[in-house]
């Protein structure tokens, strides 16, 4: 779906489900339970703030669905990427060994780990749908570490609200709530289908969001940093989707 026909969705969708004065008051529930996405601003704010808010407070523990094996598609398309340079394929050809996820911010510990830390972390693994917001999808299994294990070792200080994550690729960043930090589906993903995690689908590690689209599942992830204000980050939206047009909280 384009952008434009999603939007236009999303708002048609909010104008029929409530009248302005219906908004208005959800923005007024949302904003007590304090659940105003970073990018509630824009003109499509409220809708933005409704959907996020009404899933919030509805599913807040629900997890997305999982699949048996023989569900997993069998040529899982990987989305093309930027090239990613040199650099990157010198870190590829020494098997990632110096490939480092930097963990900082609002912390009691700033630390770092490689992938083979990662990996002594306890294993998780689901069989789950990513769903591109173009509409193709397909079903994998993801191997990994729950991000909620590497924050307990770190230890999130309580004021923290989001988590940020960056990819190598500078222009791929995101950030999530402690909703789906703490989640059990949220991986920090280093296998795929049985093996390691191929370049392609975002090797040696990916952050893997099970409840929301698939641009939440930001591919080459080298840093992970706790805030508790989004507005410290890039045009203060909370990731670079809303700068392009699309939601920050992309609930399916
Ligand atoms: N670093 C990085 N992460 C990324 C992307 C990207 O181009 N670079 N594309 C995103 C988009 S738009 C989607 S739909 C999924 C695609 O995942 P797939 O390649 O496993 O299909 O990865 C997301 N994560
Ligand atoms: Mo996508």
């Known amino acids: 779906m384009s952008k434009i026909s999603r939007r236009a969705l999303i708002a048609g969708g909010a104008g029929v489900a409530a009248s302005a004065a219906g908004l208005a008051v959800a923005a007024k529930l949302a904003a007590r339970h304090g659940l105003l996405p970073p990018d509630s601003g824009g003109v499509y704010g409220p809708g933005e703030t ?8 509805l599913t807040r523990h629900s997890l997305a669905r999982e699949f048996s094996r023989s569900q997993i598609s069998a040529k899982p398309l990987a989305n093309e990427v930027a090239p990613l340079g040199d650099e990157f394929g ?6 990632f060994t110096e490939w480092r996820l930097a963990v900082d911010g609002m912390v009691a510990n700033t630390a770092s780990f490689s ?19 173009e509409g193709w999808s397909y079903i994998g ?5 729950p991000l909620s294990h590497l924050l307990e070792r770190v230890g999130v200080l309580p004021q923290a609200r989001y988590v940020v994550y960056r990819s190598f690729q500078p222009d791929w960043w995101d950030s999530i709530d402690m909703a789906d930090a703490l989640h059990p589906q949220t991986l920090l993903t ?8 191929p370049v392609g689908f975002g090797g ?9 689209l698939g641009y939440k599942s930001v591919k080459y992830l ?3 940093t706790l ?3 989004l507005k410290k980050f890039g045009k203060g939206l909370g990731s670079m989707e809303p700068e392009a047009g699309y939601s920050w909280y992309a609930g399916i």
């Open 190 to 197: 280093y296998g795929m289908n049985g093996g390691d995690l």
């Open 204 to 212: 040696p590690l990916r952050l893997r969001v099970t409840r929301q």
């Open 50 to 57: 409704l959907t996020y808010a009404a899933q919030r407070l």
């Open 222 to 224: 080298t840093r992970v």
């Open 141 to 145: 299994e993801w191997i990994g570490a």
């Open 227 to 229: 805030t508790d204000n």
């Open 90 to 95: 010198r870190l590829q050809k020494s098997g």
């Open 115 to 133: 992938v083979a830390d990662i990996q002594k972390f306890p294993e998780r693994s689901h069989i789950t749908m990513i769903q591109c917001e």
